[in-house]
């Protein structure tokens, strides 16, 4: 059986809260952590309408990439739209999940799936962030509860290593203590030298995990005061493969921008915005960078990098306008709801291989925009 708490854990490990940005909101926002989730459900953004869905499908438990909650709030009655929302979700039995700008920053996130559907391999960050900070463990125990221990530890985020859970290495060797007034030891006795048999537990944990696994090292552990060290490690990743926000890949085959343009349009979800470009239709393609969402902040950046081409979403006139004039490579514009969508299904594989739980990416088109139109007949621009 799994619970909200597991399932938060193994996207937490995904998806560092660490990564989030400092204006961000993530995490869980309603539900209890010790509900049991059979079905996860996975979205976008949390409307109505997707929350809805989740009842239906009988998911006990819904991530999304927007946060329901990014403002202050002072109030959550079901009369206003977001306090409709949550009472849905908890009078249908569903815990709400977020993993926003630190879904972006993660490898993989929401970036590396968008790379992948336009066509490159996804390199080096745009804008890179150093590794979520790591701490090595170690932990005395006795032999006989280590792996209770290490059980409790690991559901509690500890021992991930890459795409290996439950890492950790065992020593042998033996503990000394003696017990003082005031002691109730588990072994031993008060005023006497003890001497036991003892495992060192090592293994690695994120440092934002640092809180909760003393509080489950505390809770399993037989011991009334249980013997443990904490080193903050240096950060070694590799900068290509570093977190950050943005992409930087290339096309297998150099292609003009009029036909790499096409090839974005097909690759992601159709919507009524549809996909746009800025430059020389002719241009020749090959390199590119790529930023899921809202990604004009980032045109500076991007003219810098001897890039090809930039896809991106919610591109406004007057900053393209003086990035084009600078010297910018073209621009693609997508919808906003486009480019990051496919995520959904990149986290159910993360939370389906992980806890065994069923999955279902709830399809629904949540991009706002549900027309466009183009003149009936062409005529000069005024």
């Keep these: ?26 995490g869980l926002v309603c539900g209890d952590p010790a509900d049991e989730v059979r079905r996860v459900a996975f979205a976008l953004d949390c409307t109505q309408a997707v929350a809805e869905e989740a009842v239906r499908i009988g998911a006990q438990m819904l991530v999304v990439h927007h946060p329901l909650l990014m403002r202050g709030v002072t109030s959550v009655a079901a009369d206003t739209p977001k306090g409709k929302v949550i009472h849905t979700l908890i009078k249908g039995g569903v815990a ?24 490159i391999t996804p390199g080096r960050p745009i804008l890179p962030k150093s590794g979520a900070a790591v701490d090595k463990w170690g932990v005395h125990v006795p032999p006989a509860d280590a792996e209770a221990l290490k059980a409790a530890l690991f559901d509690a985020g500890a021992g991930g290593i890459g795409n290996y859970r439950g890492c950790a290495f065992d020593i042998e060797g033996t503990g000394q203590f003696t017990p003082v007034e005031g002691a109730d030891p588990t072994d031993g006795e008060v005023g006497v030298p003890h001497r036991a048999a003892e495992l060192r537990v090592e293994f690695v944990a994120p440092a934002s995990r640092r809180r909760a696994l003393i509080d489950a090292l505390r809770a399993a552990h037989p011991y009334e005061e249980p013997a443990f060290d904490i080193l903050e490690m240096a950060d070694t990743s590799d900068t290509a493969l570093a977190p950050g926000l943005g992409r930087i890949g290339e096309l297998p085959e150099p292609m ?10 097909d690759a992601l979800p159709q919507t009524e915005w549809g996909v746009r470009a800025a430059g020389d239709p002719d241009a020749v393609i090959r390199t590119v960078a790529v930023s899921s969402g809202s990604g004009d902040s980032f045109l500076d950046a991007v003219r810098g990098l001897g890039v090809d081409a930039y896809v991106t979403s919610d591109l406004r006139h007057h900053p393209v306008d003086e990035y084009l004039r600078a010297g910018g490579p073209p621009v693609i514009d997508t919808a906003h709801w486009a480019s990051e ?18 999955t279902h990416v709830i399809d629904l088109r949540t991009d706002p925009w549900t027309l466009s139109a183009h003149a009936s007949n062409a005529h000069p621009s005024k």
């Design 96 to 119: 709400l999940f977020s993993a926003h700008t630190n879904a972006d920053s993660a490898r993989p996130g929401v970036n590396d799936r968008l790379a992948e559907l336009v066509g």
């Design 341 to 358: 969508f496919p995520w959904a299904a990149q986290a159910a594989g993360i939370v389906g291989g992980e806890a065994g739980v069923e």
């Design 256 to 265: 003009t921008l009029r036909d790499f343009t096409q090839q974005v349009a």
């Design 1 to 26: 059986m799994s619970t909200v708490a597991q399932i938060r854990t193994i996207l937490e490990a995904a998806y560092p809260p660490s990564l989030a940005e400092s204006w961000d909101t993530v």
